[in-house]
C-alpha cells in the first residue's frame, strides 16, 4: 500500500524543465521550433495527400512513406506543441494523466517507425533483387500486415514499458529534466534502484532497434550485391537513388535515437544540454527532413505535386 501511496502521490502533475536553465537559447528554440513543426506539418501532410490522389503512388514504396508521414506528424504533435506552450507561458506543468499519455504514445511511435524502417527496407530489397516478382510478393494484402505488425509491435512495447515506468515510487520527486515525459527522464525520477527496467529497456533496444538494424543491414548487403551486377550506369544510379533515401533517414533516425542512451543519467549541465538537443533532434529534425530527403530527387513525386497543381490551375480557370 505505502508502495502504491509513492507512486500516485502527484495527482497534480510533473514540471517538465525542459531548456528552463538557458532562458535565452528558449526563445531562439521557441522561433526555430515553430518553423520546424509547421515545415513538419506541411511536409507529411502533402506525402499523405499526394499518396492517395496520385494513382502512381499507390504501390507499396509509397503506401510505407505514408505510413512514416502520418506517424512522423503524431510523432511531432505528442510533444511541441506541449513544450511551445510551456516556453511561451513559463508555466511547465503537466497533469499525471497528460504524462503517461505522452510517454505512452511518444514511445510507442518511436518504436514503430525503427519496426517501420525495416519493413521499408525490405520492400527495396525486393524491388531491386527480385524485380520479376515484386508485385507478386508485395501485394496489398502482405503490405497491410507488415505495417500492422510494426504499429502492433510498436505500441506493445510502450505499453510494457509505461506500465514499468510510472509504478516506480518517486518519494515526492516531480521535476523532469527534459521538455516532455520520456523513458530516462522518468527513471531518474525514482527513488528505488531502477535496474529492473533498464534491464527490461535494453533488452527492448534489442528487440526494437537491434534486430530492425540487422534486417536493414540484411537488405541492403544483399541489395548492393544486386546493384553491382546491373550493367548500365543508368539502372545502378536509379537502384541507389530509390535506396539512398530511406538509408539516409535510417542514419538520422538510428544514430540520433541510440546516441541519446549516452546521456540517459547526465552529471553536468552540458551532458544535460545534449541530452536534450538529441532528445530533440529525433523528435522533430528527422520527422521534419524525412519528407524533404524522400522526395528531393524523386520524380514520381515531383510529377504528382505538379499534376496537382496543374489540376488547381484548371479548375480556377474554369471557376472564373
Known amino acids: 500500500m505505502r508502495r502504491f501511496n509513492n507512486?500516485?502521490?502527484?495527482?497534480?502533475?510533473?514540471?517538465?524543465?525542459?531548456?528552463?536553465?538557458?532562458?535565452?537559447?528558449?526563445?531562439?528554440?521557441?522561433?526555430?521550433?515553430?518553423?520546424?513543426?509547421?515545415?513538419?506539418?506541411?511536409?507529411?501532410?502533402?506525402?499523405?495527400?499526394?499518396?492517395?490522389?496520385?494513382?502512381?503512388l499507390h504501390t507499396p514504396m509509397y503506401f510505407f512513406l505514408a505510413n512514416l508521414s502520418f506517424l512522423d506528424l503524431c510523432y511531432t504533435t505528442s510533444?511541441?506543441?506541449?513544450?511551445?506552450?510551456?516556453?511561451?507561458?513559463?508555466?511547465?506543468?503537466?497533469?499525471?494523466?497528460?504524462?503517461?499519455?505522452?510517454?505512452?504514445?511518444?514511445?510507442?511511435?518511436?518504436?514503430?517507425?525503427?519496426?517501420?524502417?525495416?519493413?521499408?527496407?525490405?520492400?527495396?530489397?525486393?524491388?531491386?533483387?527480385?524485380?520479376?516478382?515484386?508485385t507478386v510478393i508485395m501485394h496489398s494484402w502482405l503490405c497491410q500486415q507488415l505495417a500492422t505488425v510494426a504499429w502492433v509491435t510498436g505500441f506493445s512495447n510502450s505499453l510494457v514499458q509505461t506500465v514499468l515506468t510510472f509504478l516506480l515510487p518517486r518519494c515526492g520527486q516531480y521535476q523532469v529534466e527534459n521538455f516532455f515525459c520520456e523513458v530516462p527522464a522518468m527513471l531518474q525520477l525514482s527513488c528505488v534502484d531502477t535496474w529492473i527496467n533498464e534491464v527490461e529497456m535494453y533488452?527492448?533496444?534489442?528487440?526494437?532497434?537491434?534486430?530492425?538494424?540487422?534486417?536493414?543491414?540484411?537488405?541492403?548487403?544483399?541489395?548492393?550485391?544486386?546493384?553491382?551486377?546491373?550493367?548500365?550506369?543508368e539502372g545502378r544510379k536509379k537502384a541507389?537513388?530509390?535506396?539512398?533515401?530511406?538509408?539516409?533517414?535510417?542514419i538520422m533516425f538510428y544514430g540520433s535515437a541510440i546516441s541519446g542512451y549516452a546521456y540517459m543519467a547526465p552529471?553536468?549541465?552540458?551532458a544535460k544540454l545534449k541530452g536534450k538537443l538529441l532528445a530533440l533532434f529525433y523528435g522533430l529534425l528527422t520527422p521534419?527532413?524525412?519528407?524533404?530527403i524522400y522526395t528531393l530527387r524523386n520524380k514520381d513525386v515531383k510529377g504528382a505535386v505538379k499534376k496537382l497543381l496543374g489540376r488547381e490551375q484548371e479548375q480556377g480557370w474554369n471557376m472564373s
Open 7 to 56: 507512486t500516485f502521490h502527484h495527482f497534480n502533475g510533473f514540471v517538465l524543465l525542459g531548456f528552463s536553465e538557458w532562458p535565452r537559447l528558449e526563445m531562439v528554440l521557441f522561433v526555430v521550433i515553430s518553423i520546424f513543426y509547421i515545415l513538419t506539418l506541411f511536409g507529411n501532410s502533402a506525402i499523405i495527400i499526394l499518396s492517395r490522389l496520385d494513382l502512381r
Open 79 to 134: 510533444t511541441v506543441p506541449q513544450m511551445l506552450v510551456n516556453i511561451q507561458s513559463h508555466k511547465r506543468n503537466i497533469s499525471y494523466i497528460g504524462c503517461v499519455a505522452q510517454f505512452f504514445i511518444f514511445l510507442g511511435l518511436g518504436s514503430t517507425e525503427c519496426v517501420l524502417l525495416s519493413v521499408m527496407a525490405f520492400d527495396r530489397y525486393v524491388a531491386i533483387c527480385q524485380p520479376l516478382q515484386y
Open 203 to 233: 533488452a527492448a533496444v534489442v528487440v526494437i532497434k537491434v534486430i530492425p538494424v540487422g534486417l536493414i543491414l540484411f537488405s541492403y548487403i544483399n541489395i548492393v550485391r544486386a546493384v553491382v551486377r546491373i550493367q548500365s550506369s
Open 240 to 250: 541507389f537513388n530509390t535506396c539512398g533515401s530511406h538509408l539516409l533517414v535510417v
Open 267 to 270: 552529471k553536468s549541465n552540458s
Open 288 to 292: 521534419m527532413l524525412n519528407p524533404l
